[in-house]
């Protein structure tokens, strides 16, 4: 059961890939929960707008364009975060208030992973896509994942801002979940752009290790 990566030459077909199974079936399962118990049901609609989206431009681009199953495992992991944040509003997260209590914070941070997430699982498919698909030279495909997360995390703020005080009203203080933080934006697209420049360093990291090692086995032979 191969496991291809971003440099793979080859990608499994859906059909035959058990590893796609997998992570539309552990999403969809988790997605179907969220729904069926959530706490909120106009906020869970709201949160879940921008996943129906995604799983469209995944859907729709498929055929055209498949990412390694490592991109599809790291979206997979950061869209049962977000889903698993609408179930029950991100301020009222049962996860962050036990870590809440665990690391005595004074604010359930729920929302600070998932918009770390958001960066760090997200800015290795952006690379993928930008080498593979694009055909972008290597340090723009590096950059630009980062700039895309902050300019992404900050618009996002921008559409919080127009759905609560705009639109929906009596939803924004559960949609924002801000807990009284006036920087709670600035912070949250601070988390985004620090999980991005985290990610991109690491694989920047890891390609250099496997360099030096094939380059060590290639002159000792």
Not at 8 to 29: A, D, E, G, Q, Y
Not at 186 to 192: S, Y
Request: aromatic residues 22%; glycine residues 4%; neutral net charge.
């Amino acid at each position: 059961m191969p496991f291809t990566i971003a440099i793979s030459k080859h990608r499994t077909p859906f059909k035959s890939n058990p590893w796609l199974w997998v992570f539309l079936t552990v999403f969809f399962i988790l997605w179907i929960n969220t729904f069926m118990y959530t706490s909120d049901m106009n906020n869970w609609f709201l949160e879940n707008t921008l996943t129906f989206l995604f799983l469209g431009f995944l859907f729709f681009s498929f055929k055209k364009y498949q990412f390694s199953d490592l991109s599809y495992l790291l979206i997979t992991v950061y869209m049962c975060l977000h889903v698993y944040g609408a179930k029950y509003t991100y301020a009222e997260n049962p996860f962050g208030y036990w870590l809440q209590e665990q690391f005595h914070a004074s604010r359930n941070h729920y929302d600070r992973i998932v918009h770390f997430s958001f960066g760090f699982m997200l800015a290795y498919p952006m690379r993928e896509l930008f080498l593979r698909w694009f055909k972008y030279p290597k340090m723009v495909a590096w950059i630009l994942p980062i700039e895309i997360t902050l300019s992404i995390s900050g618009f996002y703020e921008l559409i919080e801002w127009s759905v609560a005080d705009v639109f929906f009203e009596a939803q924004g203080d559960a949609y924002l979940g801000t807990q009284g933080d006036i920087w709670d934006a600035q912070k949250d697209i601070f988390m985004a752009f620090s999980g991005a420049i985290l990610s991109t360093t690491i694989v920047s990291l890891v390609k250099r290790l496997f360099k030096i090692y094939e380059e060590e086995n290639t002159s000792s032979k």
